[in-house]
């Protein structure tokens, strides 16, 4: 994810990436409870806009959680009989 959103803006260089480098297509999927597709969204032109991570304590039996920001140019609603 680091890698992504570093192809959009380098903070050490200051640099702007190239939009054909980091935009991509991008597939959200959504579920029931069990398992069942319910939809699909195809999302065009996503890049990596944030990230953030929690503390993370090797002491204890939690997982890394680490948070990411896709922002998306637009976005289409595919039914699963369309798939």
Do not use: H
């Not at 939690?62 to 896709?70: E, H, L, Q, W």
Request: with cysteine.
């Amino acid at each position: 994810l680091m890698a992504w959103q570093n192809l959009s803006y380098n903070v050490k260089t200051e640099r702007v990436g190239n939009m054909a480098d980091y935009k991509k297509t991008c597939y959200l999927c959504e579920y029931t409870p069990d398992y069942k597709l319910v939809r699909t969204w195809k999302m065009v032109g996503c890049w990596v806009s944030g990230l953030s991570e929690e503390a993370f304590n090797m002491e204890g039996s939690g997982k890394k959680t680490i948070t990411a920001t896709i922002t998306f140019d637009k976005a289409f609603m595919e039914l699963p009989d369309e798939l």
